[in-house]
């Protein structure tokens, strides 16, 4: 069964600052990589994914996904307060009926 | 933008009751989800559909019940519910398994008493 694991389990980061979240699995044969956000009291909501390996960049937002290390990250530039929120990576293997969701990271964007 | 709805948002229920919980998308995708999420848990996986008529345990589905009677509905039944299924519920839709975004409703907020 897909272990998907997030680190670290919370973080505070000043405002303007890199942040980087991180999240391993353990099934080698996983395809999709995904990552939520929820702010507080909200529903969970797509924020970008990666299909292979390498590094996709949408506007602030970098994913870095290194399959041999059964690793993925994502990587948050010039972090704003709207930043703050629960950020949960997810994991499918290919042809799979689920999402394997992580415990999430609680990130805080300091003023 | 996708929708998916569910009702009721706040529930109070008494142990040993049924709790039906329930989820319409308007978005024609062929996957539902149930999830539920605890802190330190994150969002764990209860039931899920391929489409009508069909439903699939997930990772945690015991003590619970789901039903798919149309594209559109989805629900989600507690026979005898229990003080440790005190959660917050999501339901998601989405169109193909694993490729696509997964959107989900608000929640539903269940206390068990």
């Known amino acids: 069964q897909q272990n998907v694991q997030q680190s670290p389990e919370s973080l505070i980061v000043p405002e303007g600052a890199r942040t980087s979240l991180n999240c391993t699995f353990s099934?080698?044969?996983?395809?999709y990589f995904w990552w939520y956000r929820q702010h507080s009291g909200k529903a969970p909501k797509a924020l970008m994914?990666?299909?292979?390996?390498g590094e996709k960049e949408e506007g602030r937002f970098t994913i870095h996904l290194n399959k041999a290390s059964l690793h993925f990250s994502l990587h948050i530039r010039d972090s704003q307060p709207s930043d703050s929120a629960l950020y949960l990576c997810?994991?499918?293997?290919?042809?799979?009926?689920?999402?394997?969701f992580g415990k999430g990271t609680q990130l805080i964007i300091q003023p | 933008e996708a929708a998916v709805t569910q009702s009721p948002r706040n529930k109070v229920a008494v142990t040993g009751g049924k709790v039906t919980l329930s989820c319409n998308q308007t978005?024609?995708?062929?996957?539902m989800y149930w999830y539920r999420q605890d802190t330190g848990h994150g969002l764990r996986l209860i039931h899920y559909?391929?489409?009508?008529?069909?439903?699939e345990k997930g990772d945690i589905p015991d003590g619970y019940k789901a039903s798919r009677p149309s594209q559109e509905n989805f629900s989600l039944i507690l026979e005898l519910a229990t003080p440790s299924q005190t959660s917050v519920y999501f339901c998601?839709?989405?169109?193909?398994?694993?490729?696509?975004?997964?959107?989900f409703g608000p929640g539903t907020r269940l206390l068990v008493l």
């Open positions: 994914s990666i299909f292979s390996n």
């Open positions: 099934d080698s044969a996983s395809q």
């Open positions: 997810a994991v499918s293997t290919g042809g799979a009926d689920r999402l394997t």
């Open positions: 559909s391929y489409g009508a008529g069909s439903t």
């Open positions: 978005n024609n995708h062929n996957n």
């Open positions: 998601a839709s989405g169109a193909r398994l694993g490729q696509d975004t997964q959107y």
